[in-house]
């Protein structure tokens, strides 16, 4: 080998050690490499009942690949069982209060734990609604080593709610929503998918909804402003059309990777005594 390619491949195997310090750095500075912030999802979605949670999120689930835990269809599956817990939950959801948060926060550690899907990250549909639920939630990720990206709000007038809340119909083993005018399914009161029948939930009526309301902008609202104070925050206008609002998402997700991917560039831009 002549001097020529010796020096080529000197310099190449100082590329590569280059390149993988500047991933390090990247790493440090966001917590995951710029490729794993896009690949690997952990965000939650906070709103008031009809705002659209439950809408977006298996969209944003097919998008990454993730696990979508909502706590509200975790607890109708206890009622619809039948069981302990789901009877006693049922009373709490019919009069538009909140289950215990120590019932919710287990729920939501099982599902963290053992659910295979959530491997590549998760969306949280409903959970925190209170305080001390995200408190819960941080401890949780705290013992993973895992920190959350994304807290958006879905921001939305209540006198909207009531159109959006009493015209739902809902796919109960699926979670799946659809609307009598806004979204209706291809045959009236079936899933498109599966072809079963869709059912009102109990607790879709103008009177609960009033009690709903009352209860989120009691307790959660308080959440909004413990997500503002770390910085994870984002606003998404839910008043919008269901494919405006996933275009607001994405460009949430496209900003964080457009940050990654400026972080990345400034390092070497630092490297190279372009700053
Ligand atoms: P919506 O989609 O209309 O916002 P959900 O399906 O998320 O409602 O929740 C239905 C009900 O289940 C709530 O009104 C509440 O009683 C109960 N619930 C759901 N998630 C939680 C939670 N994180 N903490 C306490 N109660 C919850
Ligand atoms: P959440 O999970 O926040 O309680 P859903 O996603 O179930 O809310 O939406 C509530 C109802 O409003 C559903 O019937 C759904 O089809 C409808 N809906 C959702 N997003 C929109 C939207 N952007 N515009 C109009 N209707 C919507």
Known sequence: MGYLDEEVKRLQSIIDSIEGRVRDLETKQFGSSSKKTTDEIR?????????????????????FNCCH???GDMLRSQVAKKTTLGREAKKIMDQGGLVSDDIVIGMIKEELDNNPECKGGFILDGFPRTVPQAEGLDAMLKSRNQTLQHAVELQIDDALLVARITGRLVHPASGRSYHTAFNP????MTDDITGEPL??????NAEALKKRLATYHKQTTPVVSYYKNTGIWKAVDASQEPGQVWNSLLAIFDNDKAK????????????????
């Not at 906070?46 to 809408?55: D, E």
């Not at 399914?185 to 009236?188: E, N, R, Y």
């Not at 990654?260 to 372009?274: D, M, P, V």
């Open 43 to 63: 965000m939650l979605l906070i709103g008031p009942p009809g705002a659209g949670k439950g809408t977006q999120a298996p969209k944003i689930k097919e998008k």
């Open 69 to 71: 835990l909502a706590t």
């Open 185 to 188: 399914p291809k045959v009236a």
């Open 199 to 204: 059912v009102q939930r109990s607790d879709d």
């Open 260 to 275: 990654a991917e400026a972080a990345g560039s400034g390092i070497l831009n630092k490297l190279a005594g372009r700053s």
